[in-house]
């Protein structure tokens, strides 16, 4: 990496650069529009700092050695967009029920199916937290500059090792493609931790007992500790089971590990919502032409704000909650059919106002601003 801290750069590079700088050592993936540049930067960097870049031969055997790379004790990526991030659904399943540590980017373009492969789009907010079948746990961030997907990146790389799960970092292809100017800090020393290692006697080892965290030691590769790993429902040795007490303590304890370390995972965004009338929610560029809304609005004399997770999945509710409560309606621009917008009627029921568009164009703040006023006339 260039020592130059300051950089003009796209999202796609600021990226690869922030998955380096988390001490990412390999990655495997598939070229495939909007998020080519990642494979492209990640090449180019991973070799200076003794790491090895695979293109696959597609996004099933991408995720699938990226898997292995973290079983072996390595920091894994890989990236992709939305017809990449379906097939890689299978293996992301398989890394949340075993509980290794990798991250995915998904840098969203127009769909379903092959859709608009240069166009922008929102429309993976829920295939990110649930594309994969059954109950599982995953974590989901979205940022919205340059700025930002370099530091979520590195944030993202130090949430899946601390707590053994899988990180998509979810973004749209305008601000994948979007050149600003990014500070290159180097990660902060708590980010850069490895995931917690087995130690102790290896007489006995139960490679998924987890300790008061909820997170099991992992075993590293070589140090004698006799694991198992399968995408059964397990016990805590490691082998399947259909006993149905273990297996609800099991997937009990995937899905509560990410409640127990709710502080460390969430984050968020709100501007002006202490005394809002109305509540902008929105993610990615859409979130930016929400702040440049709010910010007429405001000048307007009309009391709106925005709040913007950056934490997308588990979605920061009780923060939504407190900071709406008091607001009259809840404004959601998204560049999909409404799929946030579902999300929220739950926590705002009789309040939510969809602002929708799926026709590979972002929305214009000048629109989020007629909505708003639409809301409270």
Aim: glycine fraction near 10%; aromatic fraction near 6%; charge should be negative.
């Amino acid at each position: 990496m260039s020592k130059q801290r300051l950089q003009n750069i796209p999202g796609n590079h600021a990226c690869a650069l922030g998955a380096v700088a988390a001490g990412c050592r390999f990655y495997a993936g598939y070229p495939i529009t909007p998020s080519s540049e990642v494979a492209e930067r990640m090449s180019a960097e991973l070799p200076k700092v003794g790491g090895m870049f695979v293109q696959m031969e597609d996004e099933i055997a991408s995720m699938g050695a990226v898997i292995g790379a973290s079983m072996g004790g390595v920091k894994a990526m890989t990236a992709t967009s939305g017809p990449g991030f379906s097939l890689k659904q299978e293996n992301l399943g398989y890394a949340a029920q075993a509980e290794i540590p990798c991250v995915i980017i998904n840098v969203m373009r127009g769909g379903p199916s092959t859709g608009m492969p240069t166009r922008p789009a929102q429309g993976d907010i829920m295939q990110a937290r649930w594309g994969t079948h059954g109950d599982h746990p995953i974590i989901v961030v979205a940022p919205d500059s340059v700025a930002e997907i370099y530091s979520e990146t590195i944030r993202a790389f130090a949430l899946s090792e601390r707590l053994r799960v899988p990180v998509v970092v979810l973004y749209d292809e305008v601000v994948g493609h979007l050149i600003e100017t990014v500070d290159l800090q180097p990660a902060p020393e708590e980010q850069l931790a490895s995931r917690k290692w087995a130690e102790g006697p290896r007489e006995g080892f139960l490679p998924y007992r987890a300790d008061a965290d909820m997170v099991p030691p992992f075993p590293r590769p070589g140090d004698g500790f006799r694991t198992h790993t399968t995408g059964l429902t397990h016990d805590e040795n490691g082998f399947p089971t259909q006993a149905h007490e273990r297996v609800e303590a099991v997937i009990g304890r995937l899905l509560g590990k990410l409640d127990r370390h709710k502080e460390l995972i969430e984050s968020y965004e709100a501007v002006g919502c202490e005394d809002a009338e109305v509540i902008v929610t929105a993610i990615g560029i859409s979130a930016r032409a929400a702040k440049k809304a709010v910010a007429t609005a405001r000048k307007n004399g009309i009391k709106a704000g925005l709040f913007r997770p950056i934490t997308l999945w588990p979605f920061p509710e009780e923060a939504f909650r407190k900071l709406s409560a008091g607001a009259s309606a809840v404004v959601v621009p998204e560049m999909n059919a409404g799929q946030l917008a579902l999300e929220l009627e739950r926590f705002a029921p009789g309040k939510v106002s969809a602002l929708t568009r799926y026709d590979g164009e972002h929305i214009d703040p000048s629109q989020i601003l007629k909505r708003i006023e639409e809301v409270l006339s």
